[in-house]
């Protein structure tokens, strides 16, 4: 595929892109799961990480429970204290590097909240990078209300613009406003999930994405 | 397809089939490598996953290293301190109970260590199962050896078994000696990879078995 196509607008997601947090993630909310007495098997809390957690709880239980937001900031409180496990993906900073050096308009999109945020882009090593703060803009992915604030900040239109993401929830939430989605597995999805969503390529991670954005 | 030609025999993989431990395994190597100064991303130690430990370390790092049993110790003792967390897959004990109810003959398969496999069966809340030792029988998964012993222990011809299992590293073995394998999605591994390793079929996990081998 012709990756200059996906220029002017770069997406970056965080989690499970440019920092390998996808599997902490899935523990956390486990444990958090857990510790309130509910069964949900660890394989369908893979399938639902890169969802905002408002919409993740009730999708995985099924309804809506009272304590969704105690069971959130029990997940947040634990996968931080794995903050100091957190790597960045093959090739993130230098997929960073790359696109400020060439002057490639990018920001960062995710749906994280604030502290997980930062502890991410700590792990990255680029805590001056800005993103919009997710619980401004609306409803979490995969509604497109976040990847569509990100478009208005870098001044694209979302036909103009490349998602770089890990899930299928970037992806499906890409397709809903027509921007495309570049996949990378070092979140652990399949291929086949992937580009069931939306996904218009598949690669390993960002490593393998270097200079072609 | 027609899940009664998979009897008479049957082989149950622990590990991410019958127990919920593929998420705890991934992480527990990722700390064991960690802390040796080794950098492997989790979204390839969960590939690895289910293979013996003694293939997976060459296999992940790429080379052979010297310190490759200390790993697989420090593994081991890290995924041990989180067995209070494991859990059995959806209907793994009803599954159990009803192969022995119909009396189909079946055995547990797997590479596990002695302490691990005590763990699992623990956690599936059936110390009683026995299984071939994975340390007696040659080479770990993906080499068939484990599951040719377990046929043997089962008195049934290799065209006669079906495994069931969660990793591709399962359904590998079994295609190299013409057992039929059932794959089951609650290990986490896509249908592509499932299939393309050679599964004859995916279910979600053993609920969705139930009552049909």
Request: aromatic content about 6%.
């Amino acid at each position: 595929m012709d990756y200059d196509a996906y220029r002017p607008g770069v997406l970056l997601d965080l989690d499970g892109t440019l920092v390998d947090s996808v599997y902490q993630h899935v523990v956390a909310w486990s444990e958090a799961f857990q510790a309130r007495g509910y069964e949900v098997a660890l394989w369908r809390i893979h399938a639902a990480i890169g969802m905002g957690g408002k919409v993740l709880v009730p999708w995985l239980l099924g309804r809506h429970v009272d304590d969704a937001e105690e069971l959130s900031d029990d997940h947040r409180r634990r996968f931080l204290d794995r903050a100091e496990e957190l790597r960045p993906t093959r090739g993130a900073a230098a997929l960073v590097d790359d696109l400020e050096r060439r002057k490639v308009s990018f920001r960062i999109a995710t749906s994280a909240e604030s502290d997980v945020r930062e502890a991410l882009l700590d792990a990255l090593g680029r805590s001056d990078l800005a993103s919009a703060d997710a619980d401004d803009v609306g409803a979490a992915k995969p509604a497109p209300d976040l990847l569509l604030a990100t478009c208005a900040e870098l001044d694209v239109e979302p036909e103009d613009a490349t998602l770089v993401g890990d899930s299928p929830w970037d992806a499906e939430a890409a397709r809903r406003v027509g921007i495309r989605t570049l996949a990378v597995r070092c979140g652990g999805f399949g291929d086949d999930r992937l580009l069931s969503a939306g996904a218009d390529a598949v690669v390993d991670d960002p490593q393998e994405l270097l200079g072609r954005l």
